[in-house]
Structure formats: structure tokens, C-alpha cells
């Protein structure tokens, strides 16, 4: 017997397809191919389906490939779009608990104790205030802080107040947030800068329709 080996084939060092790639792939070329049958006239679209061996079965196929395929991508399409979403909601809030994190650190948040005594207000007077959604606060490792601009001398508090209650029982964070973003119902201007320059009236109806979505 010859101790001649048989050549093995090569190893191809390109790495496997992935079943997902595949899949891209044939959505792309099916997203490509439907044009093509949509434009067709309901007419010429029956007459191409008459026109093979056997019709009748070849149309109950289509039927039950097309409903197969909706309800597969449909789920495929939630199981994303739910990853997705709930990765962005989980990034959106590390970035703003980092963000309420430094802002403690850096006094632009305050604690209960320090708020309270550079508004000269006892305790029960912040109560009031949060009850009434004069103020607000924002949790930061679990504890409430207060926005350090309801004591800054730049602003009437009176104002802020309004401000604040404008937007009604949305959460800190997101009061927060309004309050320092740029508005395109106040010519780019936050709502502090807005309040800055004594456009009151214009703060409290730009925080009104925000809190009406």
C-alpha cells in the first residue's frame, strides 16, 4: 500500500459567517428585491403568479412566507429595539448620576443643611417649599441635594420658584436638566439665562410646555 497521503484541502483562514451577518445580508438583498414587486400593478402581479406551474400552491406559499416573515421580524424588531432602548436609558443614567456626582463635588448642589441655612429657612419652611414644588432636588448616592442656583444672587428666587412649579411634578433630574438646557422657545437662551435677563414670562411658558410634553 503506497504511504502516499491524499492532499488535504487547504485551511481557509477566513473566519465563519455569523448566522446575524447572513441574516443582514438577506434583508438587505430582500429590502433591495421589494421595489420591485411593490411598483407592480395588482394586474400584472396576479398575471406573473398565474404564469407558473401551479399557481394556486405557489400564492398559498407567498401568503404564508409573508405572514411567517412579519411576525419573526416583528419580534426580531422589539427584541433590538428593547436592548437598544434600555441601553440608552442605562447610559443616559450613569452619565447623569456622574454628572450630579461632580456637581455635588463642586458645589452646584447642596445638601439639606447648607440649602436650607443660605435661604435662611428652617426646616419645616423647605418642606413647605417642596410640597408646594417651589424647589426641588435631585437624589445623588441616594440623598437630596438642592440646586445651589436657588441661592445665587443673580436670580430672583421668587422667579425660579415659578419656574419650578411651572413644571409641576416632573422628577429633580429632569427639572434639573431643563433648567440649564438651551430652549429654542427662548432664542437658544437656558431658562437661567432667560431669568438672568428678566424674561420671566418666557421661562415659566417654556416650562409649562415642557411639563405638557
Keep these: 500500500m503506497s504511504s502516499t497521503s491524499r492532499p488535504q484541502p487547504p485551511v481557509s483562514s477566513k473566519a465563519p459567517t455569523r448566522p ?4 443582514v445580508s438577506s434583508v438587505e438583498a430582500l429590502v433591495r428585491s421589494v421595489p420591485q414587486v411593490e411598483k407592480l400593478p395588482r394586474k400584472r402581479l396576479l398575471e406573473q403568479l398565474s404564469a407558473s406551474s401551479n399557481p394556486a400552491a405557489e400564492t398559498h406559499a407567498l401568503l404564508r412566507h409573508l405572514g411567517t416573515l412579519t411576525r419573526k421580524f416583528e419580534q426580531i424588531r422589539l427584541t433590538l429595539q428593547d436592548k437598544e432602548v434600555r441601553r440608552l436609558a442605562d ?3 450613569h452619565k447623569s448620576a456622574a454628572h450630579h456626582d461632580a456637581m455635588a463635588r463642586e458645589g452646584a448642589l447642596l445638601e439639606p443643611a447648607e440649602f436650607a441655612s443660605r435661604l435662611d429657612w428652617t426646616r419645616q419652611a423647605l418642606s413647605k417649599a417642596l410640597t408646594s414644588q417651589r424647589v426641588f432636588f435631585v437624589e445623588v448616592h441616594g440623598s437630596r441635594y438642592f440646586p445651589a442656583f436657588f441661592t445665587d ?10 419656574v419650578s412649579k411651572a413644571l409641576g411634578t416632573l422628577p429633580g433630574a429632569t427639572k434639573l436638566w431643563f433648567m440649564s438646557s438651551p430652549k429654542g422657545s427662548l432664542a437658544g437662551q437656558t431658562p437661567l439665562q432667560a431669568l438672568a435677563k428678566g424674561k420671566v414670562a418666557e421661562a415659566v411658558r417654556a416650562a409649562e410646555g415642557f411639563a405638557q410634553g
Design 20 to 23: 446575524v451577518d447572513e441574516f
Design 91 to 93: 447610559d443616559a443614567a
Design 153 to 162: 444672587s443673580r436670580y430672583e428666587r421668587r422667579h425660579l420658584e415659578a
